[in-house]
C-alpha cells in the first residue's frame, strides 16, 4: 500500500483545490462557497510549496491561474456560467499539457520509469488527456444544456470516478506490466524521461 501512497500523493497535491471545489459544491450545492474556497485552497497550496522550497509544476500553475481567473469572475458577475466554463477550460488545458510525452514520468516511481520503455509509459499517459478531453465535454453539455443542479452532480460525481477509476485501473495495469518485464528480465537500461 506505501507504493499506492507515494504514487497518489503528488496527485492529490496538483488536484486538491480542484477537489475541495467539487466537494464543496456538492455538499453545499454554493458554486460561490466553493469558488473562493478553491481559490483561497489554490494560492495556499502554491504558498507552501514556495515555502517548502519545492518546484511548482506546470500543471499546478496553470490549475492555479484558471482557479484564480474563472473564479474571481464567477463571484464578480454572480454567474455559475463562469465556473462551468473553467472546469471545460481546466480540463482540455490539462489534457493538452498531458499531451507531452511521459509527463507520468513525475509520479512514477523508479522502478516503473527504469523498467518500461518510453513508448510503454507514452501509451499509459494518452489515456488522461483522452480521458480530461471527455470530461471536459460531458461537463460543458451537462451545465449548458440540463443547468447549475445538474452540473454540480455530474461534477460531484463524474470527475472523480473517472480519475479514480483510471488512476487504479493503471495501477493494476502498470503493476502487472513492470512485474511481467522483471520476470522475464527485461528491465530497461536507461530510464525514461
Given amino acids: 500500500m506505501t507504493n499506492l501512497a507515494k504514487a497518489l500523493a503528488p496527485l492529490l497535491s496538483d488536484l486538491a483545490s480542484t477537489l475541495f471545489f467539487a466537494a464543496l459544491i456538492a455538499i453545499t450545492g454554493n458554486v460561490y462557497l466553493a ?11 502554491i504558498v507552501w510549496e514556495k515555502f517548502r522550497g519545492k518546484p511548482i509544476a506546470l500543471m499546478q500553475w496553470m490549475s492555479l491561474g484558471l482557479v ?5 469572475l464567477t463571484l464578480y458577475f454572480h454567474d455559475a456560467r463562469f465556473a ?4 471545460f477550460i481546466a480540463h482540455v488545458a490539462i489534457g493538452i499539457a498531458m499531451i507531452k510525452p511521459n509527463w507520468m514520468s513525475r509520479y512514477l516511481p523508479p522502478i516503473v520509469t527504469g523498467t518500461l520503455s518510453k513508448s510503454e509509459l507514452t501509451f499509459y499517459s494518452a489515456m488522461w488527456p483522452l480521458s480530461m478531453f471527455a470530461q471536459a465535454g460531458a461537463g460543458l453539455y451537462v451545465g449548458l444544456k440540463m443547468g447549475i443542479v445538474a452540473w454540480a452532480t455530474f461534477l460531484a460525481v463524474v470527475p472523480p470516478a473517472a480519475t479514480w477509476g483510471l488512476f ?3 495501477y493494476v495495469l502498470i503493476r502487472l506490466h513492470v512485474r511481467g518485464k522483471l520476470r522475464r528480465g527485461a528491465a530497461v537500461a536507461v530510464p525514461a524521461e
Fill in 35 to 45: 469558488t473562493g474556497v478553491g481559490i483561497g485552497v489554490g494560492i495556499l497550496q
Fill in 68 to 72: 484564480v481567473v474563472f473564479g474571481t
Fill in 84 to 87: 462551468m466554463i473553467k472546469f
Fill in 168 to 170: 487504479a485501473l493503471q
